[in-house]
């Protein structure tokens, strides 16, 4: 959308490919293939880069990369950084990772122009930890009109005939949770686990030991295949404990998705009056909304219009683009 207006957009990449997207210049830089320097040495990599070209603004994502900040601001480049989520009470990280974050958090608000937040209870957090307010801009989430793809026929679904999840398999996300909760509540619609994990090698095995032709795990999917399952679906289940504005949460209530997510302050700023919210503890709690919502026809219609309305109106990426378009201009240097 920022092309589409006229201005000249470059990505930092980590794999190879064409050097342009739709009009979108792709700069492939490498990463040292690691889970803690990944991320890490591949924005080092970028931000080096970025000091020799013409960029007007630099946008950086999460807190774990603000260690460039310095470096930018030093070379007096207008930067923002979205912070993302409240990263270092994920369960996946161990001491040092929660340092850093730590420290990431510390380094956005003393050497970014701008921090940006995807919800105002981030927000909040960073004017209560740091005394700044961050601008919120959440992401955003439009299904285009389309054929739905054969991905109901391969996987063995019907429509509005199963119950469907969407996540990185991590701690925090709660996938064994839901798994489990579906099996004690006894509906029949089998249960599609969308998603992969790459950091929790042991609940990742877990997971696929709960596998049948009930509970099924077809790998991380995209495109018109991801979003044919969302539309599709019977129920959505959003399980996920710390975060923003989750992607797949506003996309499934964009897709006109009956929602059940998890009671959490972040999850009901997204969700409002649009979706049901459950408890994860004890996980009877979930299954018993399971077989509620799954028996009640007209409750699935009624959340199915509350909640397109809501994305709609509150998570179109045309004005997410007005918002980032106002920012980097406002960050620029009088001339």
């Not at 119950?163 to 798994?179: T, W």
Request: net charge neutral; hydrophobic share 40%; glycine share 8%.
């Amino acid at each position: 959308r920022l092309v589409q207006r006229g201005h000249a957009v470059s990505v930092y990449c980590r794999d190879d490919g064409s050097s342009e997207w739709n009009g979108i210049h792709r700069i492939v830089l490498p990463a040292l293939g690691r889970k803690y320097f990944e991320t890490v040495s591949h924005s080092f990599f970028s931000a080096l880069d970025a000091l020799r070209r013409d960029f007007d603004a630099v946008l950086v994502c999460n807190a774990a990369n603000a260690f460039v900040l310095p470096l930018l601001r030093a070379a007096r480049i207008p930067t923002v950084i979205n912070v993302d989520g409240i990263e270092r009470k994920r369960r996946k990280w161990n001491v040092l990772g929660r340092m850093v974050y730590a420290i990431g958090e510390a380094l956005s608000v003393s050497f970014a122009n701008e921090v940006i937040a995807d919800a105002d209870v981030i927000a909040d957090y960073y004017r209560e930890q740091y005394g700044q307010t961050p601008v919120t801009i959440p992401y955003g989430a439009e299904f285009p009109i389309e054929e739905d793809s054969d991905v109901l026929d391969r996987l063995g679904l019907r429509t509005r005939g199963y119950l469907l999840y969407v996540s990185r398999f991590e701690p925090e996300n709660n996938p064994l949770e839901v798994v489990e909760a579906y099996e004690k509540s006894g509906v029949d619609a089998p249960l599609v686990m969308l998603g992969k994990g790459l950091y929790a090698p042991d609940l990742v095995a877990e997971l696929h030991r709960h596998a049948s032709d009930r509970v099924l795990f077809p790998g991380a999917l995209y495109g018109r295949d991801y979003r044919t399952l969302q539309r599709n679906a019977l129920l959505y289940i959003q399980a996920t404990e710390v975060g923003g504005t989750h992607p797949a949460l506003i996309e499934a209530m964009a897709s006109g998705g009956c929602v059940l997510a998890h009671d959490t302050p972040e999850n009901r700023e997204v969700g409002g009056d649009a979706v049901g919210y459950f408890g994860l503890r004890p996980i009877e709690t979930l299954s018993g909304m399971i077989s509620e919502w799954v028996s009640k026809p007209l409750t699935q219609k009624d959340f199915r219009g509350r909640a397109r309305r809501r994305a709609e109106a509150k998570y179109s990426w045309d004005r997410v683009t007005d918002a980032y378009e106002a920012l980097f201009q406002a960050i620029q240097p009088r001339r």
